[in-house]
């Protein structure tokens, strides 16, 4: 049984690990928030492709930068700041073309349901039962016109 100040032991021991270059350390670190941050990346870049890439850039910078991680605030915090200045980098250069921005709009990537099923399937569960009732719910007015006019 693992207690909050055995996981606080442990979170230290793999920030020791990996300001001393261990990349299994701070592959450790990180990866329960991948996810969030590939969402994070996607929400604010509305493509797919480009959240990957800031995400892998997001992952270099906090690696480059973990001796400067103070831990005043939580890890993730962090890492999601990271993220959001690597998102703001990216479209900081869509501002300049903005005739090509218009043209990617029409071209945003759906997140795919895997990634989102993965990463909460209760979540995903509860999706398909709203849309299901929604369905129910458009389709019962005409079904009840058409019993009506039988």
Known sequence: MSTLQDTGAEHARLLAAARNGEHAAF?????PHLRALH?????????LDQAEDTLQETLL????GLGGYEGRSPLPHWLHRIATMACLRATAGRRERLPAVVAE?????????????EANPALLAERREEVAL????????????MENHR
Do not use: E, K
């Open 134 to 145: 929604a369905f129910v719910a458009a389709l019962a007015p005409r079904l009840t016109n």
């Open 105 to 117: 709009i029409a071209h945003l990537q759906p997140y795919p349901d895997t990634l989102l099923a």
């Open 61 to 64: 910078r906090a690696w480059r």
């Open 27 to 31: 592959d450790a670190l990180v990866a």
């Open 39 to 47: 969402l994070h990346c996607y929400r604010m870049l509305g493509s």
